[in-house]
């Protein structure tokens, strides 16, 4: 297990998935979410970290990982945040935990923003990372966003045209992703990537991915649109990598603090993936505030 010691691996049953994780250390419970293409091991040096002061919860959101891939619908509601929120309140329940604290990072951060919304009850403290809210991306959309973030707009093609075209290729699609992402000179755990080819090549695995963005284009956004008015009301902690796209496009604190009534957060010296390109500083930050 590329986690090693310390952590234990353990599958959840949910309502409607099956979910993987790991899990270690001591101390308040700290859950942790990552992003596309990738898997909970997008978190393993940060974990290491924070794991004698945290109980650090790090599972494959549904579809992703070693998680279950459930049948998807036509308005694509079982890949939709709230769904996958769902699934996370459900796992740390299963640990014993009714409130915690959460960072996401990526489609991981997408969650955690509807988790917060959703469960207010249930989440101390959240952090998310290189994002800004789904409902204003798309609303501000321009020919640099639908450049940088195509995407967006690719995977939500319809009738298997992503899916068999990412076939074709799964390991270059996603190297190639990743190389796009992270700052130049940027490199990645040879294992981790191995084992992020591993889970993203399937069929299924693939499918499931689509299906996560198809979900942020049509049930994501009307969810959204329903709460517009309502804002985070715990204390949120906003990071994003100071040579990539969040930077360069957004006014990143302002565009959150239309969505969340305390907020605080700064760039960090990377590109897209902050875990693993900064996890010296991701650390720091994500113990000073959660502490």
């Not at 494959?60 to 990982?65: E, I």
Request: glycine fraction near 6%; hydrophobic fraction near 40%.
């Amino acid at each position: 297990m590329i986690f090693g010691k310390g952590f234990t691996p353990s599958r959840v049953k949910t309502a409607s998935a099956e979910i993987n994780l790991v899990h270690g250390g001591s101390g308040r419970p700290l859950l942790l979410l990552h992003g596309y293409p990738q898997t909970h091991v997008i978190w393993q040096a940060v974990a290491l970290h924070l794991m004698n002061d945290f109980h650090v919860i790090c599972p494959d959101l549904r579809g992703y990982g070693d998680s279950s891939k459930p049948p998807s619908t036509e308005d694509h509601t079982p890949y939709s945040k709230r769904v996958m929120a769902q699934d996370m309140v459900e796992v740390m329940a299963s640990l014993g935990y009714q409130e915690f604290f959460v960072a996401g990072h990526d489609r991981g951060a997408r969650v955690v923003h509807r988790m917060a919304l959703d469960h207010p009850e249930k989440v101390k403290k959240a952090c998310v990372m290189d994002i800004a809210p789904t409902y204003h991306m798309f609303n501000n959309t321009d020919q640099a966003f639908a450049t940088g973030y195509y995407h967006w707009f690719f995977l939500i093609q319809p009738n298997g045209l992503p899916e068999h075209m990412i076939g074709a290729d799964p390991a270059y699609y996603l190297t190639e992703k990743m190389k796009r992402w992270s700052a130049p000179g940027a490199s990645f755990n040879d294992e981790a990537m191995a084992e992020y080819i591993r889970c993203f090549s399937t069929a299924e695995s693939i499918h499931a991915s689509c299906e996560d963005y198809r979900a942020a284009a049509s049930i994501d956004l009307q969810h959204d649109e329903e709460d517009i008015d309502k804002k985070i009301n715990c204390p949120l902690l906003v990071l994003w990598g100071t040579k990539g796209f969040v930077q360069r496009t957004y006014n990143v604190l302002n565009v959150w603090r239309e969505r969340a009534e305390q907020v605080e957060g700064r760039g960090v010296d990377c590109g897209h993936f902050l875990p693993e390109e900064a996890p010296e500083e991701v650390t720091a930050e994500l113990f000073r505030f959660f502490a």
